[in-house]
């Protein structure tokens, strides 16, 4: 069968000589109009990317390689005496377009912990931060530390033939997915252990071994980083984080530099920022409440009080679902299942029942159903991980695993430079006074 590198290579040249053949005949075909509104607004609706690794529904949620959140769980290996998937299984997937073996996942779980090393600066760059800083601005400085390890910045430098460029960012891929644990769980240890940090245990799967070096050796809190990892992978291209990630990457930035780009994107509170905003909203509504299980009524008149403010309601709302994230039910399912009687998790159950009638009230809201974030921490909070700024950097080692997937296969795919066309305000209204034909009317 040959080693990872060959069997993506294989899919790879098959894929390629597809897409040229199917350019070749098809590629003039119209895919649909834009209105002058979609420019304006976030170019919502606007199909302009291809992302081999996961499809978003707006109505069923995310399908990974056509595989919903349950069909993983079901089909994808797990952890000895486990019942969530391993993450490696899901990048397997997404990488190959097929179903891993047992064996396929411990194949990358060895690879990945022998590519683990991180080289002593890269902590000395966190180091180098106030430890007041956010774990995210850690985290990218981290990433941005490693990128000294880049073997596509050195191949390029040495005049690499284009047609070579996805192996060294498949190298790249691989090292940094494999580094990125420490790195979090060093973030995590130094801001809220005291700098009391814990090596890693190579006889761990992935995530696993990211729950221990974070300090949780809870089996469950291991099944959930499993979970964990796994949903919050991908979410088809368009999504900040990974169209960064892919536009940073067109112009042939090495994966690190293109990894960093996307998880700033992924820093910002309307993205995966969100899962901190959730639980730093439902801790100031008990604050204020002074009430740990606050009632239906109360969580009501604390949205309504949120909305009159002019903020927006953490967790709740998309720009492409209509309908409850799937990621959402899956962290909820867990809940039932580990911690049915928790306090906070609970309480992100009466929220959910109360929010999306209100958000509907408002007319304007286009999903008022929740997403990944309204659920994420406070499973992390009944595990003792308390500290809500650290929550989306487990999005993003998690995001990694999609982003940088997709990354291989452009590369592979040989995508060009990404540059769409911007217009003037000035210039639109020419247009719209016949002055001007930039569109063709
Ligand atoms: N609370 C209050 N107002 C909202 C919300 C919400 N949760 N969601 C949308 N709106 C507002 C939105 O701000 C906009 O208002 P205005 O016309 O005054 O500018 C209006 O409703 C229409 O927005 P939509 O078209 O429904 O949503 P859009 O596609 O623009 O934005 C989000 C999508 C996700 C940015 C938006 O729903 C939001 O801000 N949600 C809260 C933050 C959040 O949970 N983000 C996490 C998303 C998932 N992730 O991990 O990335
Ligand atoms: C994501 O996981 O990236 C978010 O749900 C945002 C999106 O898909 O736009």
Redesign the pocket.
């Known amino acids: 069968m040959g080693t990872l590198k060959d069997r993506f290579k294989a899919k790879a040249d098959t894929a390629a000589v597809e897409i040229k053949d199917l350019l070749k005949e098809h590629g003039t075909k119209v895919i649909g109009e834009v209105q002058l509104s979609q420019v304006y ?2 170019m ?1 609706g606007i199909t302009g990317l291809v992302s081999e690794t996961s499809l978003l529904d707006s109505q069923e949620g995310i399908r990974f390689r056509g595989y919903s959140i349950p069909e993983l769980q079901e089909k994808l290996p797990k952890a000895k005496n486990g019942s969530e998937p391993l993450p490696e299984g899901l990048f397997y997937l997404m990488l190959i377009g097929e179903l891993p073996t047992e064996a396929d996942v411990a194949d990358l779980s060895a690879m990945w912990q022998r590519r683990s090393h991180v080289p002593n600066h890269v902590f000395d760059a966190i180091d180098a931060l106030p430890v007041t800083a956010h774990p995210m601005t850690m985290f990218v400085s981290a990433i941005m530390a490693l990128q000294t390890e880049s073997n596509f910045a050195k191949r390029y430098a040495e005049g690499i033939n284009k047609k070579d460029y996805w192996e060294p960012v498949f190298d790249d891929a691989m090292d940094l997915i494999a580094r990125l644990p420490r790195v979090a769980a060093y973030i995590y240890r130094r801001k809220y252990k005291n700098n009391q940090h814990i090596q890693p245990n190579g006889l761990l799967d992935w995530a696993g071994n990211l729950a221990h070096m974070l300090g949780f050796e809870d089996e469950s809190f291991k099944e959930l980083m499993r979970l964990y990892m796994t949903i ?1 992978a991908d ?1 088809e291209g368009g ?3 990974a169209h960064t990630t892919h536009l940073v990457g067109s112009a042939l930035s090495d994966p690190y530099l293109s990894l960093a780009a996307g998880m700033n994107g ?1 820093a ?8 901190q ?2 639980v730093k909203w439902i801790f100031e509504m008990r604050e204020q409440l002074k009430n740990e299980s606050p009632s239906r009524e109360e969580i009501g008149e604390y949205v309504k009080q ?2 009159n403010s002019g ?10 679902l209509r309908k409850t ?1 799937p990621r959402f039910t899956a962290q909820m399912e867990f809940g039932k299942k580990h911690m049915p009687n928790d306090p906070l998790v609970q309480t992100v159950w009466n929220i959910y029942e109360e ?1 999306p009638p209100i ?1 509907q009230s ?1 007319g ?5 159903w ?5 659920h994420s921490g406070a499973l992390l909070v009944h595990y003792g991980m308390v500290e809500y700024e650290f929550y989306t950097v487990l ?1 993003g080692v998690s995001r990694a695993l999609g982003v940088l997937a997709s990354l291989i296969w452009d590369r592979a795919l040989a995508f060009p430079l990404e540059r769409p066309k911007s217009v003037t305000t000035e210039l639109v209204k020419k247009w719209l006074k016949g002055e001007d034909n930039i569109w063709g009317e």
Do not use: C, M, W
């Not at 304007?364 to 008022?368: D, E, G, L, Q, R």
């Not at 929740?370 to 309204?374: K, L």
């Open positions: 607004q976030g919502r919050h979410h999504n900040v984080s992924l910002g509170p309307l993205h995966g920022l969100a899962n905003e959730v949120t909305l903020k927006v309601v953490p967790g709740y709302g998309h720009a492409v994230d929010v958000l408002l304007k809201i286009k999903n008022p929740p997403n990944v974030d309204a999005f």
